[in-house]
């Protein structure tokens, strides 16, 4: 991802390094359940999955830091929507929200985020249930949908802001 990059360039290079992860995690469990799981496969989907988290939030980082700029100061994300919902965007307001969120748990884990995705659960966010919370992460990226989901509502947001 260049430093002159538009939005919609990151978007793409994301989705293509998503697409890549996604196959790599696909294969991996596939190998998994067609053996008794090992070690060593679970700690390669374990780094993939990382992989993965990380670009979900460089993207979805450098999406806010590309557009802060629609913003004199303050939280990127929260402002947006806030301006989305009073311009009768609603569900694309929650779909920020939820991603944001996610995002942030992705980084900071349990905290603040957590607890308000926990509270108000959508049907974007998708939490791992290992049962003793013992998974490194909280959010399960490579849930069908998620990423896709994730650079959509980035690109739909991007197109607003600019557009407005």
């Not at 374990?46 to 993965?52: K, N, P, S, Y």
């Not at 980082?61 to 301006?83: C, D, T």
């Not at 990423?147 to 509502?153: E, I, N, P, S, V």
Request: proline letters at 2%; charged letters at 25%.
């Amino acid at each position: 991802m260049g430093v002159s990059s538009t939005v919609p360039e990151l978007v793409a290079a994301a989705q293509a390094d998503a697409k890549t992860l996604q196959d790599q995690i696909s294969g991996k469990r596939d190998l998994v359940d067609g053996q008794a799981g090992s070690r060593s496969h679970d700690e390669q989907l374990g780094t993939v999955t990382g992989a993965l988290e990380t670009v979900a939030v460089d993207v979805f980082s450098a999406f806010e830091a590309r557009m802060q700029h629609h913003f004199r100061r303050g939280p990127f994300s929260r402002k947006l929507v806030s301006l989305l919902l009073a311009s009768d965007k609603a569900d694309l307001a929650e779909r920020v929200r939820q991603y944001y969120l996610a995002v942030n748990v992705l980084k900071h884990g349990k905290g603040a985020s957590y607890r308000e995705l926990l509270d108000a659960p959508g049907d974007l966010v998708i939490f791992y249930d290992d049962g003793e919370n013992t998974s490194a992460s909280l959010i399960d990226v490579s849930a069908p949908g998620f990423f896709d989901g994730l650079t959509a509502t980035i690109l739909e947001a991007y197109h607003f802001l600019e557009n407005r």
